[in-house]
């Protein structure tokens, strides 16, 4: 069961004001009776009509994974053109917008959708989801200074999440970190090296929760396999339900 102007939005006839308006204004009925604002409906149940029309059906729902390249936007448009996720889409594919962002200097896992919901449920910070990132820095960091990191950091007056780090490789001069996190504040891997003195040369996401990268290569697309999927939609259902 779902907010009647919810399921309306979802369902495209209008955006969640609007389809408050016409609730208040009488346009709405459910089962043959005059809708109320804020009552909850089952549309696989329910009879929802709007000015007398029945409700559209369900818009058909897209989920992609992207290996987004470096110098790439997270955004389906830029003024100062540069290549958006948008040049990577197929002519025929339906319009999708990424979930989050992922800076334009780092490269990895993108996830595209036209899934409203599970884009909400993936970057809501009251339900995060643990990413994976591979992350080049300068220099060898200390035990001390990646329990820190583990503890968490002083961002803008706000501290970070815990977060998992661990080494992976050494160099003379670079060491390569595996970070998992479940939030993403604006360059907040970046942010928080620089501040313990071992600045990012290279980040690259690896994983969003259940989904893997894998083998997909740089600059391709591919459908959410069936468990991927499934991970979304209890996601998904986690935020709708709470």
């Known amino acids: 069961m779902e907010r009647l102007q919810k399921i309306l939005a979802q369902r495209g006839v209008a955006a969640r004001r609007q389809a408050e308006d016409l609730i208040r204004r009488g346009q709405v009925r459910v089962n043959g009776s005059l809708a109320q604002l804020g009552q909850k409906c ?6 929802i009509t709007i000015r007398g029309q029945p409700l559209p059906p369900a818009p058909a729902l897209f989920y992609y994974l992207l290996h987004k390249p470096l110098g790439v936007v997270s955004t389906c448009a830029d003024p100062q053109g540069r290549p958006t996720v948008r040049d990577f889409l197929p002519p025929a594919c339906p319009p999708l917008h990424p979930v989050g ?14 899934d409203g919901e599970l884009t909400l449920a993936l970057t809501h910070p009251r339900h995060p989801v643990w990413k994976t990132y591979r992350v080049w820095v300068k220099g060898q960091p200390t035990a001390v200074d990646l329990s820190q990191w583990r503890r968490g950091m002083d961002l803008d007056g706000q501290p970070t999440l815990p977060a998992q780090v661990r080494i992976l490789q050494k160099t003379a001069h670079q060491t390569l970190l595996e970070i998992h996190l479940r939030e993403g504040r604006n360059r907040q891997i970046r942010r928080v090296a620089a501040q313990l003195g071992y600045p990012v040369l290279r ?31 209890a996601v998904r259902g986690h935020i709708v339900l709470n």
């Open 101 to 114: 962002r992922l800076d334009c200097d780092s490269s990895g896992a993108l996830l595209l959708t036209n």
């Open 203 to 233: 980040l690259h996401r690896q994983a969003i929760g259940e989904i893997q990268l894998g083998a997909l290569p740089l600059g391709h697309l591919r459908p959410l396999t069936p468990p991927e999927q499934a991970f979304c939609q």
């Open 42 to 47: 089952n549309p696989q149940v329910d009879e």
